[in-house]
């Protein structure tokens, strides 16, 4: 008996690869335009396993998929839409990078306000000899009013490592969440106005392309500080480098870009700016985590007929046939 063929379009995590290749029969493509595909591969495709963008053409060269598993916990890249007319159930891996990310946002954070990249650098430099120092960091985490833009799960997770630093909380999200006592605004730029230091943690969506503009960094002001884990997308750069540049807003943590990996050159010139490479959820242990849920959602899909982790855009159904056999089982027992 033949076995069900996942599509693989590009890279993804070897361990993806080392869990599904006795289940299943993998075929690897090239990230096309068009998948080279002849119709009577892509007729045996159900499943798919990809990390990174997967549009609704590709969708349409594989008539029987029934399974999208997405490497990471954005999937704004994925044809979600697209994919639910179609009946293909989307997965992400949430949660189990939860605290790898909310662990860097501290970190950055910290980072950018005591300028700990910039003192090392000057150490290594060989700077620090007798008679010198480097010089006082302007900023302190000490007192500060720290805003969330977002609080999602990793959200939470942030405000929760924040609190042993004795700084105040207040967030901005949608909708107030009934179950924190943090100050909320219901708007961002209220949020701004209030605090010193505001960290993003928002997905990429339409409602938050650009929010974090010149009106929103004036707001935060020269005392002010922006850590973003959440996508280069919330953030005008224009106005993020021009406002660093010119000492409207004290300082930046940035490990997203928008179009990365292309990082504005000036964003590379400022001193008072922290950049990393989107390494937020990049440890051994959790991206061996966000694989193990990739594969764990196609075997769940295909051997019990349920994923364990659907997106809400395409809601947890059976799989096709399997409602027709459950209903069978439970008229024998009748």
Do not use: C
Not at 34 to 61: C, H, N, Y
Not at 80 to 99: F, S
Request: aromatic letters at 6%.
């Amino acid at each position: 008996m033949s076995r069900i063929a996942i599509l693989v379009p590009g890279k993804i995590h070897e361990r993806v690869l080392a869990r599904l290749k006795d289940r299943f029969e993998i075929i690897a493509v090239a990230r096309e335009e068009k998948l080279a595909l002849d119709g009577e591969t892509a007729g045996r495709i159900r499943g798919v396993a990809v990390s990174g963008s997967f549009p609704g053409a590709w969708m349409e060269q594989l008539p029987h998929a029934e399974v999208i598993a997405n490497f990471g916990v954005g999937y704004d890249g994925v044809d979600v839409k697209h994919a639910a007319e179609r009946g293909i159930v989307v997965t992400n891996t949430p949660d189990v990078l939860n605290d790898e990310v909310a662990d860097t946002a501290i970190g950055l954070l910290l980072n950018t306000v005591r300028e700990l990249p910039r003192a090392e650098a000057w150490l290594r430099a060989g700077n620090w000899k007798p008679g010198t120092a480097y010089p006082l960091s302007r900023f302190s985490l000490k007192g500060r009013h720290v805003g969330l833009y977002g609080l999602g799960r990793i959200g939470l997770e942030i405000a929760k490592r924040l609190e042993p630093f004795k700084v105040k909380i207040s967030y901005h999200t949608r909708s107030r969440h009934a179950d924190v006592s943090y100050d909320y605004h219901p708007t961002l730029k209220g949020l701004a106005e209030a605090v010193d230091t505001l960290i993003a943690i928002v997905p990429k969506t339409p409602q938050t392309h650009k929010t974090i503009d010149a009106d929103i960094l004036a707001a935060l002001g020269p005392n002010g500080i922006l850590v973003n884990v959440g996508r280069g997308w919330t953030v005008d750069e224009g106005a993020l480098s021009a406002a660093l540049a010119s000492g409207a807003l004290g300082a930046a943590g940035l490990d997203v870009f928008y179009e990365e990996p292309t990082v504005p050159a000036d964003l590379l010139e400022p001193t008072n700016a922290v950049l990393l490479p989107h390494v937020a959820s990049a440890s051994v242990p959790t991206r061996n985590a966000m694989a193990d849920l990739v594969a764990d959602n196609l075997i769940a899909w295909f051997e019990k007929g349920a994923a364990l982790t659907p997106v809400p855009e395409t809601p947890q159904r059976l799989r096709r046939g399997l409602v027709r056999r459950t209903m069978l089982a439970a008229k024998q027992q009748t």
